[in-house]
């Protein structure tokens, strides 16, 4: 391929990143592949060709976020992050790491805090949940594990500090263990209460 064609192919990536990172903010679209297959049809792309990866996905909706949102952003993730700091102290007993969009800062108005806890039985948590009077519904949870197969986790959707809160339930030999990021490939990145904090400061 000649640099005139490959230059032509990194720029219809990342016009493609940048309207699939557009589609997700501004309509909520968590899955990226369907994010990105609708940008392909909205700039009139084959979606057959060589799309953007999701870490490119990524990238583009943090750019995003910054250039349209700037300290309005700034205010909506803290305020995010806020919640999510309580709410991993209100889990405390199950080792809470934070996860996804409101860790990493790319968190928009459809995201949830997301966390991973870490207990004998999702009973137990179902039961601590049940002892400070918070209302939850069930839920299931697919990751990727290190050898590349997928696991269902049980999980927990409830709103703490008007902010909507989805905990995953794993099993407590898995704290070391991350899932693998849809993102990037890589193992999760995870943060404890004490990191919650220090993204606050």
Do not use: W
């Amino acid at each position: 391929m000649s640099k005139k064609n490959d230059n032509g192919s990194n720029r219809s990536r990342q016009m493609l990143a940048q309207e699939a990172a557009r589609i997700i903010v501004n309509q909520g679209i968590r899955d990226y592949r369907s994010a990105k297959i609708k940008a392909a049809e909205r700039l009139g792309m084959s979606a057959r060709g060589a799309l953007p990866g999701n870490a490119e996905i990524e990238q583009a909706v943090g750019e995003h976020l910054q250039l349209f949102g700037s300290d309005s952003h700034a205010d909506f993730l803290a305020q995010m992050r806020g919640a999510a700091l309580s709410a991993m102290c209100l889990l405390s007993e199950f080792t809470p790491r934070l996860v996804g969009p409101v860790l990493n800062g790319t968190a928009d108005e459809s995201s949830p805090v997301t966390l991973h806890v870490f207990a004998d039985s999702s009973e137990q948590v179902a039961m601590r949940l049940s002892e400070l009077g918070v209302s939850y519904r069930l839920c299931e949870r697919r990751f990727r594990s290190r050898r590349d197969q997928t696991d269902i986790f049980a999980g927990f959707t409830f709103h703490h500090a008007d902010t909507p809160v989805e905990a995953a339930v794993f099993p407590l030999v898995n704290i070391r263990q991350a899932p693998i990021s849809p993102i990037n490939g890589n193992p999760m990145r995870r943060a404890n209460t004490k990191v919650g904090r220090g993204l606050l400061d």
